[in-house]
């Protein structure tokens, strides 16, 4: 017995140097990890499903018919919001370190969480990657570094749907002396268009009248009430979740005319007119990407994923709706960001800050996103130093009682006028947090 302790003693100290090292030297897992701060859950579960359903669908696409990015794996947790700040902002400390090499970056599809975390991902240096929501200014990548509000922001939507009721009128000149109404949910994402708005009637020479809705939306009867008094020509609506169904019914109460409501992005899904009925027929609204399956990248999700169980929705009716198409484009946007990041740093797990290069020289041009299978699906993207919105463009949408119709071809913003704006606002940012802006004409 005394001759089998030392015996015992050697063979503990040789497994433990052979275990792997948890501090300086260890091996670092293949993996790129990606925090998933849904909701799926509350007023805004619908949408929330559908995107995030997109996204990871995508990602897993990724993983089991490329073996990866360049073969470094995504990795992924989920972490419910229930879109609401107080949960939000766990979220992101939660998740923030995790992986070998911290958060690749966070999508929270939320402008109120955006605007709470924002100061603290500059700080962590992880990106915070706000498609079509969030803070615009922060489309100017000089003050913002680390936030990229990619493919449009609130201000060139606004411009967008403006331009379209002009083209509806006859002319932007027709404008002058028309009613138009801002419809929103009186949250931080509601309120983001009304500067511009009032910007444009001043500049249009139209009439404007913002009405806010109490969250989560489903009461609007006095809004409407004051709607049909003002008597306008045109309402637009800046909604979301339960809001955008109660919406169109109380519009047709009222016996407002759907084809005279355009809805923002967030405002145009299956989701929002499905449960709305006949009431929902001829409404329109503004889209980054159109529903369908006909594009090769959502067939081969299908395919490779869901006829071996491995798809993230329960509900596969919802496949090719506008959300769920989002959230594939989120995907493709996420890991083409992490795959040009990796022309510069290696073919491995990056940290965030390098991911932040990858993001800020996304170049999606045409021959590569039909390379990609989403020809149709997502517009051509090009994101620079100083301009982290790198798109702007949005088609209209109309719909026929059963399905969206793509109505109009990709409409172009004010491009000078959301500049401008942007660049004031953001100064004013610079100034109030102390920030010294990047000069971008050395490549920031």
Request: hydrophobic share 35%; aromatic share 10%.
């Amino acid at each position: 017995m005394h001759r089998l302790i030392p015996q015992c003693a050697a063979l503990l100290l040789a497994l433990l140097f052979a275990l792997p090292a948890q501090g300086q030297g260890a091996a670092v897992p293949n993996e790129q990890f990606m925090p998933v701060p849904s909701y799926r859950v509350g007023p805004y579960a619908a949408p929330g499903t559908s995107l995030y359903g997109g996204f990871i669908d995508y990602l897993n696409l990724v993983n089991v018919r490329d073996g990866g990015i360049n073969g470094v794996k995504l990795t992924w947790e989920e972490c419910e919001t229930s879109y609401s700040v107080d949960k939000g902002v766990p979220c992101y400390e939660k998740l923030k370190g995790k992986g070998p090499t911290g958060a690749s970056m966070f999508n929270f599809y939320s402008t109120a969480i955006a605007y709470a975390v924002l100061d603290r991902a500059g700080a962590d240096k992880v990106p915070l990657v706000t498609i079509a929501h969030g803070r615009t200014d922060s489309s100017d990548g000089r003050v913002f570094p680390y936030v990229f509000p990619l493919v449009t922001n609130y201000w060139s939507l606004n411009t967008d749907i403006v331009r379209f009721i002009g083209m509806r009128s006859g002319g932007m000149d027709k404008l002058k002396g028309k009613k138009i109404v801002h419809l929103y949910l009186d949250v931080a994402y509601g309120k983001e268009p009304n500067e511009i708005l009032q910007k444009q009637a001043a500049l249009y020479g139209f009439e404007t009248k913002l009405v806010p809705v109490p969250p989560p939306g489903t009461d609007q009867q006095s809004q409407w009430l004051e709607i049909r008094q003002y008597q306008p020509d045109w309402v637009i609506v800046t909604g979301y979740g339960v809001m955008n169904p109660a919406m169109l019914k109380a519009a047709a109460r009222a016996n407002y005319p759907r084809d005279h409501i355009v809805g923002n992005f967030w405002t145009g899904s299956e989701e929002d007119t499905i449960p709305a009925g006949e009431a929902a027929i001829g409404y329109i609204s503004a889209l980054i990407n159109p529903a369908g399956k006909e594009f090769p990248v959502i067939q081969d999700i299908e395919k490779v994923l869901y006829t071996k169980g491995l798809g993230n929705m329960t509900d596969q009716s919802r496949i090719g709706t506008v959300l769920y198409n989002r959230g594939v484009m989120t995907g493709i946007i996420t890991v083409e960001a992490i795959r040009t990041a990796q022309g510069k740093y290696g073919k491995k797990p990056l940290t965030g800050e390098q991911i932040r290069w990858g993001l800020e020289n996304l170049n999606l041009d045409d021959k590569r996103i039909g390379e990609l299978g989403a020809t149709g699906l997502i517009q051509p993207l090009k994101v620079s130093c100083a301009d982290h919105e790198g798109g702007g463009a949005v088609k209209f949408q109309q719909w026929d009682g059963k399905q969206w119709k793509v109505i109009s071809g990709w409409i172009q913003p004010d491009k000078k006028l959301v500049r401008d704006m942007v660049e004031a606002s953001s100064a004013k940012y610079a100034q109030e947090k102390n920030i010294q802006m990047r000069d971008c004409s050395k490549g920031g």
